[in-house]
C-alpha cells in the first residue's frame, strides 16, 4: 500500500520536500517496508531512489565520516528528522533500524573486482587466509578477486581524519556493526578467481579469504577495550572460557562489543580467543622491575595471570614460565627487593637460611610456585622438581 502511494506522490511534479517527508514518516508510523521504487530527498534537494545507498544521520555523527563531495549528495535532508509531524521519533529510528527503511547509517559496501598478477598470486592468497592448495581450472594467466569493499574515497578520507583523531577508526569499526543490513555473507569474505579467455570466472578455493576491509582494519587501533582505549584487534581478547583467567591482566574488547552478535565481526578481525602464551606477562612483570618503587597490586596481579594460566598452558609455555622465573630476577621478596627463583624461599621455618629472601607475603599462596613444579623442597623455589 505504501509503495502505491509513494508512486502517487513521487510522479507528481509539485509535490514538495514536505510531501516527501510525511510519506516516509507515515511508513515509519506504520513500520512499513519500502520497495526499490521509493524515493527520498538529499541535502542537495536531489530525489534518490533507495538502491542509490542514501545515508541516514539520525544524530549529526556520520557527517565527520564522509567525504566532503558526499555530504550533499548522498545525505538524507535534515527536513526528516527536524520535526516528527506524522511519527515519533522513536518510530522513526526504529523503522530505520529494522531495515524496513532501506537508508543506510554508514558509507555503503560496494562491488569490486581487483586484477591479481600470477607472481603475487600466492602471496596474496596467504595473507587474506589461505590454508590449503590453489586450483588452476582455466590455462590463463588472468585472476581477480571479487569482494566488497568502502570506495577509495572513504577511505582516503577515514585515513587524512585520523591523522587527527585516535578514535576514528574506532567510530569506522562500530559503523560497521551497526549496520542493520550487514548479515556477515558477502562482505565478510572475498573470492579468488581465475578467469578464462571467455571471460567465465571460477573459484581457485572454496576457503573464505578476508577481504581488504578487515585486511586494513587488522592493522588499526578501531576496537576500544575495557578501558575505553583504542587498540589493534589482535592484540584484544574476547572473553571465552578460555581467556577468562587474563581478565585485569590482559585487555579485553569492550564489553558493548563482546557479545554473540559481535563475534563473527570480532572473529574477522582477529579479535584473540585464546591466550597468545606467557610472554605478555613475563614482559610486564620485567617492566615493574624496572620501578623504584615496585607497585605490589600490579605484581600481584601479573602473578596471578600466570597462576590462572598454567592451569591450561602448553607444555612449552609451561617450560618457559619455569625457566623465566627460575633464571630471571622477576620474583618481589618481602622486602621488595627483585631476585631469581633459584635464590627466593617461599618461607622460613627455624630450619631455614637466616636472612634470606622471602617471596612477598601477598603472593606467597599462590599456587602458581607449586602447580609449575617450582618447590624441590617444602620452602625452596627451583625449576627442576617433578
Known amino acids: 500500500m505504501i509503495d502505491r502511494v509513494a508512486l502517487h506522490v513521487f510522479s507528481a511534479e509539485n509535490s ?4 516527501f517527508v510525511r510519506l516516509a514518516q507515515i511508513a515509519a508510523k506504520l513500520d512499513a517496508a519500502v520497495g ?10 536531489s530525489r534518490r531512489l533507495v538502491k542509490e545507498h542514501v545515508l541516514c544521520d539520525a544524530d549529526g555523527s556520520l557527517r565527520e565520516l564522509l567525504p566532503k563531495e558526499r555530504l550533499a549528495t548522498d545525505l538524507l535532508h535534515p527536513a526528516y528528522v527536524e520535526t516528527f509531524f506524522s511519527c515519533s521519533k522513536e518510530d522513526w529510528q526504529n523503522w530505520v533500524s529494522s531495515g524496513h527503511a532501506h537508508l543506510l547509517t ?16 600466492e602471496d596474496e592468497a ?3 587466509g589461505l590454508m590449503g592448495a590453489l586450483s588452476r581450472p582455466y590455462t590463463s594467466e588472468h585472476f581477480v578477486i571479487k569482494e566488497w569493499d568502502f570506495e ?25 556493526l551497526s549496520q542493520h543490513d550487514f548479515r556477515w555473507t558477502r562482505e565478510k569474505h572475498a573470492d579468488l578467481c581465475q578467469v578464462a579467455r571467455t571471460g567465465k570466472k571460477k573459484l581457485m578455493t572454496n576457503e573464505p579469504l578476508l577481504p581488504t576491509w578487515a585486511l586494513e582494519l587488522r592493522k588499526l587501533p578501531c576496537l576500544l577495550d575495557t578501558r575505553g582505549i583504542p587498540h589493534k584487534p589482535h592484540d584484544l581478547l574476547q572473553r571465552t572460557p578460555e581467556t577468562e583467567m587474563l581478565i585485569d591482566v590482559e585487555p579485553f574488547v569492550d564489553k558493548h562489543l563482546d557479545t554473540e552478535a559481535a563475534r563473527p565481526f570480532l572473529d574477522l578481525l582477529g579479535v584473540r580467543t585464546t591466550p597468545a ?15 623504584v618503587t615496585p607497585a605490589i597490586s600490579d605484581t600481584g596481579k601479573w602473578y596471578r595471570g600466570l597462576d590462572r594460566m598454567i592451569e591450561s ?15 630471571e630476577k622477576l620474583i618481589l621478596t618481602q622486602d621488595r627487593e627483585w631476585t631469581a627463583g633459584s635464590a627466593v624461599c617461599l618461607a622460613l621455618d627455624e630450619n631455614g637460611v637466616p636472612g634470606a629472601p622471602v617471596i612477598h607475603s601477598t603472593v606467597s599462596d ?13 620452602r625452596w623455589i627451583s625449576p627442576f622438581n617433578g
Open 16 to 19: 514538495s520536500l514536505q510531501d
Open 36 to 45: 526499490d521504487s521509493f524515493v527520498y530527498i538529499t541535502v542537495d534537494e
Open 313 to 327: 598452558c602448553s607444555p612449552a609455555d609451561l617450560e618457559r614460565i619455569k625457566q623465566t622465573l627460575w633464571s
Open 366 to 378: 599462590l599456587l602458581l610456585w607449586r602447580k609449575s613444579a617450582l618447590l624441590s623442597a617444602p
Open 152 to 176: 577509495r574515497v572513504y577511505w582516503d578520507h577515514w585515513r587524512a581524519v585520523a591523522v587527527n583523531d585516535d578514535h576514528l577508526w574506532t567510530k569506522v569499526a562500530k559503523r560497521i
Open 126 to 128: 596467504r595473507k587474506r
Open 106 to 121: 554508514f558509507a555503503p559496501f560496494v562491488q569490486q573486482e581487483i586484477p591479481v598478477s600470477s607472481w603475487t598470486l
Open 277 to 291: 602464551g606467557p610472554d605478555h606477562i613475563l614482559d610486564c612483570l620485567r617492566e615493574q622491575t624496572k620501578a
